[in-house]
């Protein structure tokens, strides 16, 4: 018999879904969620009951703790199935069958089609989700919210990149996202910098760099790296001939030229009245 389809969200508030079905509360419990997102993103969806016990009861005597365990399994096998969840000896795996996680689809798209990946970033891992009594649980999960965060800030700039050659204006709004992600993203803001750059914006291009530069020296005491230094400082080469040709051209500018031309003209017609004058005499 197949098991009904379950729907883990990783990114943004976690949430667990039955396909078809109204979520039961035993999906809404924060220990069951934590629960089957680790073992979903565990190697090969299973863990041992020891490891288990260690990262979401640790707080508990052992007795006490292996009664939770059981517990938490017996209520979600009536949710979801007694094959959802399997016992092996002392391992406790997930079943695959009907398994959707979006932050697996998302390592499976970022690298290949970064741009189809970009829709399942709807907020940092688990965002705002806490086990005030699973200390290793907490860590585990800052990890994996530090790891997701800079994958996502590369996919971002990936896609960005791709963009570059047909939309500036989509690659520099995907840069931006990924500053908001990572202030202090090199990749994120040489992405912005060519966007603008392209767009025709040498303003923007290079106060992005500058406040870039300002931020890594109040926040870390760093300067950029020499690339990207070399990048701005081309760039401002660029803006100071744009702002040179700018006043070259200015009608005040013309103005002037055809001034100077007539009375450049005007000298010459006088002389020649000069030197004829001289002659006729």
């Known amino acids: 018999m197949a098991l009904t389809p379950l729907e883990l969200l990783c990114f943004g508030p976690p949430t667990a879904r039955l396909a078809g079905r109204e979520t039961p509360r035993e999906l809404r419990w924060h220990k069951h969620v934590a629960l089957l997102v680790y073992l979903a ?24 703790a292996r009664k939770a365990l059981n517990t938490a399994i017996n209520r979600l096998r009536v949710a979801l199935g007694d094959e959802r969840l399997r016992s092996e000896r002392d391992t406790l795996a997930l079943s695959d069958d009907g398994l959707d996680v979006d932050a ?65 204006g989509t690659a520099a709004d995907l840069a931006r996202r990924a500053l908001t992600m990572a202030p202090r993203s090199e990749p994120a803001v040489r992405l912005l910098m060519r966007a603008a750059a392209l767009a025709g914006d040498s303003a923007t291009a290079v106060g992005a760099y500058r406040e870039f530069a300002q931020r890594l020296e109040n926040e870390v005491d760093e300067k950029p790296g020499r690339a990207i230094s070399a990048l701005a400082e081309r760039m401002r080469r660029e803006r100071h001939k744009d702002r040179d040709l700018a006043r070259l051209s200015s009608p005040a500018r013309q103005g002037w030229d055809a001034r100077v031309s007539s009375r450049s003209a005007l000298d010459e017609w006088h002389s020649k009245v000069r030197c004829c004058c001289k002659y006729d005499r």
């Open 104 to 168: 697996l689809r998302f390592l499976a798209q970022a690298e290949t089609t970064p741009e189809s990946a970009l829709p399942l970033l709807r907020g940092d891992f688990l965002e705002g989700f806490h086990l005030k009594d699973a200390p290793e649980f907490e860590d585990w999960m800052a990890r994996e919210r530090e790891r997701y965060r800079a994958l996502a800030v590369a996919t971002l700039v990936a896609a960005g990149e791709r963009r570059l050659a047909s939309d500036c």
């Open 41 to 64: 993103l565990s190697p090969t969806r299973s863990r041992s009951r020891d490891h288990l016990l260690g990262l979401l009861w640790a707080e508990q005597p052992e007795r006490g």
